[in-house]
């Protein structure tokens, strides 16, 4: 066989994978694509070859003097298929895309490398609504780790800052997996109380207790066959993590008034901001719960940690926020923003921006804007006199549903934004409604 009616053959081959594939020799030439890449990048557009850096990131030179993983020089030296996730050019924009990279040879032994692609539809690397956000080198990270155990059904245990999109990190390790057809159940564990805590996992039958005029299924029932995403898992007291343990490793429950067990069947991801191995250190958190629940564990970077991925994050918000006309920072107001810490992670950027859209007086979002937004933080500490009145309602024997309703009172008068509340108060905006509808 020619090399010629090889590469003809090699074109068939590409063909037979349902993602888009390429056939590259050893120079960084992309000799032959196949109808999916075309379709979804472009193609070589009408050009025998062109070099798949130039083609898929716009670069002159390969991708590891880029400062990027090269797949093809990883596939060369270990003679094995390499993997890695690398950001794409594409007519859509910006893509995040697994590469499988597949080293093989020519009739006449020289190196060629198969690429298959698989664009990652759970993240972006373009300004879009609810999904996750970044191209830094510290999100990608987080990204392939999210791929990679996405499609297993290990127990997932993610940490990391309040404000850090932990739940939409759970969302994406939902919609990858075998399970993405099925639910996805949050339960919000700071909100569960003790005698809330067997009948919204469990559910209960009906005349299982005073007011439980009918059968109800719990969030485990609900969550059957998909994801159940146990939120702020640290804040589930230490008495009753061993029913959660039992779920965990039996995977069956009762419903509260039923004498029959019943099977359960689904995906565990936890989230926590705290720190479990110092609670299980000091005796807080049971330590098998904590194994059990962190065989996959991923830290999701701050805000601080991924800088680079700043200015996108602002375009999506001020897209979300203003969807009428395009609004945009000026330098000057961008690098005041790169200068702040940003305890509070996405959530706070979002915070500020919005207060900088309502005091704007254009279509440009200046620094002089940005510092005013920076100085309409409510946030003080309690004074001598305030925390002196609380000592005094705990003497007076003031029961602990009135004080956490005095202490949400008073946290509603110093803090009108409902984010920085929850932030403050210690629990998720979702805890915070619940409560507050209480």
């Excluded at 700043?310 to 923003?337: F, G």
């Excluded at 549903?401 to 905006?429: F, H, I, N, T, W």
Aim: one cysteine or more; charged letters at 25%; hydrophobic letters at 40%.
């Amino acid at each position: 066989m020619t090399s010629d009616n090889w590469l003809k053959t090699m074109r068939n081959v590409l063909d037979g994978y349902d993602d888009p594939a390429v056939l590259i020799d050893a120079d960084y030439n992309v000799v032959a694509s196949n109808s999916s890449y075309d379709f979804r990048f472009g193609g070589l557009q009408n050009r025998p070859s062109a070099k798949c850096y130039d083609l898929s990131h716009g670069y002159q030179r390969p991708c590891d003097l880029e400062g990027e993983t090269c797949p093809m020089q990883a596939a060369r030296r270990s003679g094995k298929r390499a993997s890695v996730l690398h950001i794409h050019n594409t007519p859509q924009g910006k893509e995040h895309v697994g590469i499988d990279t597949i080293p093989i040879a020519d009739v006449n032994e020289r190196p060629y490398f198969i690429e298959v692609m698989k664009p990652i539809r759970e993240v972006s690397a373009e300004p879009i609504a609810n999904k996750m956000i970044g191209r830094s080198k510290a999100f990608n990270e987080m990204v392939e780790l999210i791929q990679r155990v996405g499609r297993t059904d290990t127990n997932v245990l993610l940490m990391g800052a309040s404000g850090a999109g932990k739940e939409l990190a759970a969302q994406a390790l939902h919609s990858v997996s075998i399970r993405a057809s099925k639910p996805f159940v949050t339960v919000e564990c700071s909100g569960l109380t003790d005698s809330l805590f067997e009948s919204e996992l469990f559910g209960h039958v009906k005349g299982a207790f005073t007011g439980a005029t009918q059968s109800r299924p719990g969030l485990v029932q609900s969550a059957h066959g998909g994801t159940l995403f146990l939120d702020e898992v640290g804040d589930v007291p230490l008495h009753l993590q061993v029913k959660l343990l039992r779920l965990i490793e039996t995977k069956t429950f009762r419903p509260v008034g039923d004498s029959m067990p019943s099977a359960a069947d689904f995906r565990l991801v936890c989230a926590t901001h705290k720190d479990l191995q110092g609670m299980v250190a000091r005796g807080e958190f049971r330590e098998d719960l904590f194994h059990r629940i962190s065989t996959f564990p991923i830290t999701l970077p701050s805000l601080a940690e991924r800088r680079d991925d700043l200015p996108l994050l602002v375009q999506s918000i001020l897209l979300r926020l203003e969807d009428k006309q395009p609004l945009q920072l000026t330098r000057e107001a961008m690098q005041l923003l790169m200068k702040q810490p940003f305890k509070g992670n996405v959530r706070e950027l979002k915070n500020i921006l919005e207060r900088a859209v309502i005091l704007r007086t254009g279509d440009q979002i200046d620094a002089a804007v940005i510092a005013r937004s920076l100085t309409l933080l409510p946030a003080r500490a309690p004074t001598a006199a305030e925390a002196g009145s609380l000592r005094e309602l705990a003497e007076q024997g003031v029961s602990l549903e009135q004080l956490e309703k005095r202490y949400l009172q008073a946290l509603q008068l110093s803090y009108p934004d409902k984010a920085e509340m929850a932030e403050v108060a210690g629990c998720s905006l979702r805890t915070l409604y619940r409560k507050l509808e209480a």
